[in-house]
């Protein structure tokens, strides 16, 4: 219902614009891992955070934070503070899904690869197997290797209509030492928003295979016209039971910095042989600016987080387009979700990495395809959350370094 | 040294005193656990943080942050920010304690308490023994019940001179089970700082029984002149080669709700051991506000702490002498450390708890003696860190509210 929202703010969100793009002199004054990654002149569209200012409502209450110095041991509503961000995220999922979340369900994290490896300790032991669909967000891969779990790989397959997975593919690889399904939803690099059909078939999938499932629906809320999110944990009773969601407001409202997400287990049963292992204490208390600044964003931001899906959006449209007249050796399908376009560039015939070539050739940062699957040299990942100048600047520059190609 | 330096600086602190203390409306402006507590009109002298403003030095970095909504994902100059915590760490240790602390060997974590389970859990297995001085934080008990660990009591024994501790009482309570020792020092509630020779005890009661040392030194800047704070792992290589040093800014500038604290590990291969059960990332990331609150705190805030260690100097001298004039029936050893007092009401002769009885009969809020020890009932531990106004309101109360009882 998201997106019907922010179509029918298009008016107000034009206004907003203007307030929350950065310039780049703005953005090299910020200590950002983006765009201080690369030497001088690069252009940075890989790590994922967008180059906007952080919506008002939560610009306010660091403010008032700030004021108070209001740095010391936190109760919120009456409450310990962290309670206030599972309440908030309670109300969003009602509100967006028809959900019930019990936020006594909730436990909130730093961040939600901290909440994978927790998840992966908590539920498998050494040795044991992980699906995992690839190419994949790289700290997932990395998850499985340092706890020494198997990875056992489901193939984000091209389609003329988009990336698809086969689940049946998967049958003869699984065993009773299978655990653990991690599911990336709105997946990560590819953009793929799950319909409700292939969503069943992971639950069947898990149900036959007696799998937990680790729902990373971080970009839930980056979600664009045509595509609607459905949590996993909501397709069923069943699927509740062995459903581990992840999600934050990082992404969405570009506070990743601020370290704040949650986990939500579809049962107490889950939540309990979670914290077997797992103490609460364990992963660590929660600072309140990363809390006040989640609960804002998901209780106050709609605003603006409908104004930066319309510009993101755009520039979605204004990149695909582009791309597909100037450049058509590039393969790709427009995302369903987030700012990123997974990139294929195989028919550039390159001789290194497709990310090698436009950091040498273009001067542009992507995040490179081989770190999301070993196999994807010839990919690189773009982040078009950024303003249109910057954007230009990127297209105009793949096209020169590609023309310099066909000579 | 420290101490010294705060002495010399009496008539520039007098200044800054005005500005770092709240009034009670400013207090309860902000929303701290501490002063929420309780109901309305009861005055809260309990969780260990200070009715005081941040130093300027970090409300100036967390401005910075606000202004450019610096909240992305951080590098801190060119590299991963938590490591400009481990520089900064590195940095005060060599100058306040000629320690040269390897930046490489520190692990950047939220929380002390989520550093004490995680190392509980990297250096023991359930059913295994734990030294514990008690009375003890009570998050240091709580973390042996959740894991299943053996609390084994290390008395913090009464003496004129002072509180002590006589491990030849442990000789027959430790064996092959036994994995840790968790020394607080300075000690809290005692507010004792370990002599040389005490902590060179220890380090061979840990060195005879092969035990790891937890080495909680979060109030090791808020020493009081007369006493001298010195790190566990510099007694020798051989002390630092079982210890894992806790630290963290949050105590001393006041900033513990913005969850950033640190592990220090005595050597690579300690290090090496924990992370085999803790991988780097089950710990979680640390916030950027938090980060740039601590190394602005440990590399710019000496002036202000230096401030601070004056007026809690002058009311830690306060309240012993009121109290000592007022109710001799309490007794207690000044604190050589912190801004903790200890206080042992057992000649009120009261019915209940110490702390019962002051939140009734004074409408004051101490933290409960049996949240420390559980035969303390008849303690209680005040929190001095507040304006004189305050203090004396405490004051005032308590001498009524014991007035009462001799009636």
Not at 99 to 116: G, I, R
Not at 127 to 146: C, H, I, S, T, W
Not at 261 to 270: I, N, S
């Amino acid at each position: 219902m998201i997106h019907e929202t922010a179509v029918s703010t298009v008016a107000s969100a034009s206004r907003e614009i203007r307030d929350f793009i950065l310039s780049q002199p703005e953005l090299l004054a910020r200590q950002s891992y983006k765009w201080h990654l690369y030497p001088a002149g690069v252009i940075a569209a890989c790590v994922a955070d967008m180059d906007f200012r952080v919506a008002p409502e939560v610009q306010s209450v660091i403010q008032y934070g700030l004021e108070k110095s209001d740095y010391v041991y936190p109760l919120r509503d009456g409450r310990r503070a962290d309670r206030a961000v599972a309440a908030a995220f309670a109300a969003r999922m009602k509100h967006g899904f028809n959900w019930d979340v019990d936020p006594a369900q909730v436990l909130v994290v730093a961040d939600l690869v901290q909440a994978t490896y927790a998840s992966i300790l908590a539920f498998s032991e050494p040795g044991d197997g992980v699906v995992l669909q690839v190419p994949n967000y790289p700290p997932f891969r990395e998850a499985l290797e340092v706890t020494g779990r198997q990875l056992i790989p489901l193939e984000m397959e091209w389609t003329d209509e988009g990336y698809v997975f086969d689940l049946e593919k998967l049958e003869d690889r699984v065993d009773e030492r299978t655990k653990l399904f991690i599911l990336c939803n709105p997946q990560n690099p590819t953009g793929r928003v799950f319909t409700r059909a292939e969503l069943e078939r992971v639950a069947a999938f898990a149900e036959r295979h007696d799998l937990i499932v680790v729902s990373d629906e971080i970009h839930s809320d980056l979600i664009h016209p045509g595509a609607t999110h459905l949590p996993f944990a909501t397709l069923s009773p069943a699927a509740a039971s062995r459903a581990i969601t992840l999600n934050s407001a990082s992404k969405s409202f570009n506070i990743a910095g601020l370290r704040c997400g949650l986990v939500h287990f579809g049962t107490e049963a889950l939540m309990q042989r979670f914290h077997a292992r797992i103490p609460i204490r364990l992963t660590g208390s929660v600072n309140n600016v990363g809390i006040d600044a989640t609960v804002a964003a998901w209780t106050d931001g709609q605003a603006w987080l409908d104004a930066v899906r319309v510009h993101l959006l755009t520039m979605r449209d204004y990149v695909a387009g582009i791309l597909r007249d100037e450049i058509p050796e590039i393969r790709f399908h427009v995302p369903e979700a987030t700012y990123l376009l997974w990139m294929d560039c195989s028919d550039l015939n390159l001789d290194g990495s497709a990310s090698s070539f436009f950091l040498k050739q273009a001067r542009i940062g992507f995040s490179a395809g081989e770190t999301f699957h070993p196999d994807a040299m010839n990919f690189a990942r773009m982040n078009f959350a950024t303003s249109r100048p910057i954007l230009n600047e990127i297209l105009e520059r793949m096209i020169t370094a590609v023309r310099s190609l066909r000579r």
